[in-house]
């Protein structure tokens, strides 16, 4: 049984394959639960309403139905959700993407690595500080 919990919300199917086996990997002991885009996380969350808050939500921006600013500031708005960390995980380097991602609440913003195997060893550093 996963002893922890992370969502990623991302409408690229090789990213979710490939994060998927890369936690499987790198983090045994951590569930990785993906979402298509950010309706399907909010679905989700009000179709079980009592279900465990993830540690942690890494959120793809550019998504075609619900991008991640407004996943992002739809989880900070959320009673139940507002306080589970959200950090950024898109191909975008833009200044502004990041201005914006920390106003709406987010903990980190990273820029997508060439492998996630380069995400695991982020994780893994504690580069990513959501936590306390």
Not at 30 to 42: A, I, K, N, Q, Y
Not at 99 to 120: H, N, V
Request: proline share 4%; with cysteine; hydrophobic share 40%.
């Amino acid at each position: 049984m996963a002893s922890s919990l992370i969502y990623l919300v991302d409408d690229d199917e090789d990213d979710r394959f490939f994060a998927k086996l890369t936690f499987q990997q790198h983090f045994s002991d951590t569930e990785l639960v993906c979402f298509e885009d950010g309706e399907e996380l909010l679905l989700h969350i009000e179709q079980h309403p009592d279900a465990a808050l993830p540690e942690l939500v890494l959120v793809d921006l550019n998504m075609p139905r619900m991008n991640g600013f407004d996943t992002l500031k739809a989880l900070k708005e959320h009673t139940d959700w507002k306080q589970v960390p959200v950090a950024i995980l898109t191909t975008s380097s833009d200044v502004h993407d990041q201005e914006r991602s920390k106003a709406l609440g987010a903990c980190a913003f990273l820029t997508k690595p060439a492998t996630y195997e380069m995400l695991a060893q982020t994780i893994k550093s504690g580069q990513i500080s959501c936590g306390d």
